[in-house]
C-alpha cells in the first residue's frame, strides 16, 4: 500500500488517470484530473460527473480549498453563478491564497462594484503568485477610473504593495493608462512612498512614445524635491550638481570605454567649483556621452558653456547639439576647442521655429563616426555651468 501511495504522487501530475488507480484518494491526482477535462478543448466536459466526483472526494478533503474552487468553477460553467461564487468564498475561507477562486472573486468584486474588495483580492493574489500580474491587468483601468476602486489602489501602493512597480509600468505602456500612472505618480510625490526615479522614467518615456511631450515635461517638473527645484532652468541642473538622477529631462550618462564623467567638486575645476569632468582616456570615443531633454518654445536663444581644460586633444569634433525630436533635426551645434585653458567661455545663438520642434534633446557628443585608433582622445574637460537663456526679443 505504502509502495503505491508513492508512485501515486509521482505519476499525479503528468498521468493523474494512472495515478488515480494506485489511490483513488489521491486528491492531487483528482484535481488534476478535473482540470485537465475542463480545460480540454476537443471535448466537452461532463459537468455532471465531474461534479459528483470532485464531491466525493471532498467528502475525504473537507479543508482543501481546491475542491471547493474546482466544484466552485463547475457550477459556474453550469450557470449556477451565485451558487459558484458562494463555493469560491468558501474556498477562500479555507485558504485565502486559492488561486482560481482569487480570480473568480476579482472578476466578480468588479463586475459588481465591490472595488474595495477587488483590490484587497489583487493584492492577495499578487503577493502569493506575482507572475499573475498579466492576468488581472486588462481589469485595472476599469478599477482606476472609479473613484473608490483609484483610493483603494493608491492606498495599497503607498503601502509599498509589491505589484506597484507592475502597475506603473502596465499602465504606462498605453494611452489609456498614461493617465492613471501620471495621477498616481503625482498623489505619490509628498507621500511616505515618492515616485522613484524608474517609475517616473517609465511613465515620462510612454509619453515620449506617444509624442505627447508636454505632460512628460510637466509630470517631471511636479515630481521634483525642494532640493531639486533650485535646479530647473531651460537647462536642469545646469552646474552639473552630483545629485541622484537619470529621468529623461535630467542629465543621462551612457556607459563607454573610451571616457569618465563624473558630477562632483573636481581638483581641475575653478576654487573647487562643481561641474561636470569628463576625462578622456586616450582611446577612441564614437557618438553621445551625455544627454538631456529641453523644452524650449519657439524663440530665439543663447546657449553658454564654461569649461576649463588640461591636455585636451580632439582628433574629431567634441561638440554640444540641440536636435528636434521632429523634422527639423538639429538645429544648434557649437565645438569645444582643444588645449589647456582656463573658465573660457563659449556660447551660441540659435533659434527654435513655431513648428515641428515640440521638444529638444541636448546632447555631447564627439562627430567620430567609426572607433579607429587614429582618432584617439585625450585629456580632461571640465564644464563648470551650461546654460540656455531666451534672448530679448
Not at 88 to 93: E, K
Not at 201 to 213: D, L, T
Not at 329 to 357: H, K, M, W
Request: glycine letters at 6%; a negative charge; proline letters at 6%.
Amino acid at each position: 500500500m505504502a509502495s503505491s501511495i508513492g508512485l501515486s504522487r509521482f505519476l499525479e501530475t503528468e498521468t493523474p488517470a494512472v495515478s488515480l488507480v494506485l489511490d483513488p484518494l489521491n486528491v492531487d491526482a483528482v484535481i488534476s484530473e478535473i482540470t485537465s477535462d475542463l480545460n480540454d478543448t476537443n471535448n466537452a466536459p461532463d459537468l455532471e460527473a465531474l461534479l459528483a466526483r470532485a464531491k466525493d472526494v471532498l467528502r475525504f478533503n473537507l479543508a482543501d480549498a481546491r475542491l471547493y474552487s474546482l466544484i466552485g468553477e463547475i457550477k459556474y460553467r453550469q450557470g449556477e453563478k451565485d451558487e459558484a461564487y458562494k463555493l469560491f468564498d468558501q474556498a477562500l475561507g479555507v485558504s485565502k491564497t486559492e488561486i482560481h477562486a482569487l480570480q473568480r472573486s476579482i472578476g466578480h468584486s468588479t463586475e459588481t462594484g465591490d472595488l474595495s474588495r477587488a483590490v484587497g483580492e489583487i493584492d492577495t493574489l499578487l503577493r502569493r503568485w506575482p507572475d499573475q500580474f498579466p492576468a488581472i491587468s486588462d481589469g485595472l483601468p476599469k478599477i482606476l477610473s472609479d473613484p473608490d476602486g483609484y483610493q483603494a489602489v493608491l492606498t495599497a501602493i503607498k503601502a509599498e504593495a509589491p505589484w506597484r512597480v507592475s502597475l506603473i509600468y502596465a499602465l504606462s505602456k498605453t494611452s489609456e493608462g498614461l493617465d492613471f500612472a501620471n495621477r498616481l505618480l503625482l498623489d505619490l510625490t509628498g507621500s511616505n512612498a515618492p515616485p522613484n526615479s524608474g517609475e517616473l522614467s517609465a511613465v515620462i518615456n510612454g509619453y515620449f512614445r506617444q509624442r505627447e511631450y508636454g505632460p512628460a515635461y510637466r509630470l517631471f517638473l511636479f515630481s521634483l524635491s525642494d532640493q531639486e527645484r533650485k535646479l530647473v532652468g531651460y537647462i536642469f541642473n545646469g552646474t552639473f550638481e552630483p545629485v541622484a538622477g537619470g529621468k529623461p529631462f535630467d542629465w543621462q550618462t551612457r556607459d563607454q570605454s573610451g571616457l569618465e564623467i563624473t558630477f562632483a567638486k573636481s581638483q581641475d575645476a575653478v576654487e573647487g567649483e562643481s561641474g561636470a569632468t569628463v576625462r578622456f582616456l586616450n582611446t577612441p570615443v564614437k557618438n553621445t556621452a551625455l544627454q538631456q531633454y529641453v523644452a524650449l518654445p519657439p524663440g530665439s536663444y543663447r546657449i553658454s558653456l564654461f569649461a576649463s581644460a588640461r591636455n585636451l586633444k580632439l582628433p574629431k569634433e567634441l561638440f554640444w547639439s540641440i536636435r528636434c525630436l521632429g523634422p527639423a533635426g538639429e538645429i544648434a551645434r557649437f565645438n569645444i576647442p582643444e588645449g589647456t585653458y582656463n573658465r573660457q567661455r563659449l556660447s551660441l545663438d540659435f533659434s527654435v521655429g513655431p513648428t515641428d520642434c515640440p521638444m529638444q534633446a541636448l546632447t555631447l557628443r564627439t562627430a567620430a563616426i567609426a572607433e579607429s585608433w587614429r582618432f584617439r582622445y585625450v585629456g580632461t574637460l571640465v564644464m563648470h555651468k551650461l546654460s540656455i537663456e531666451r534672448n530679448p526679443s
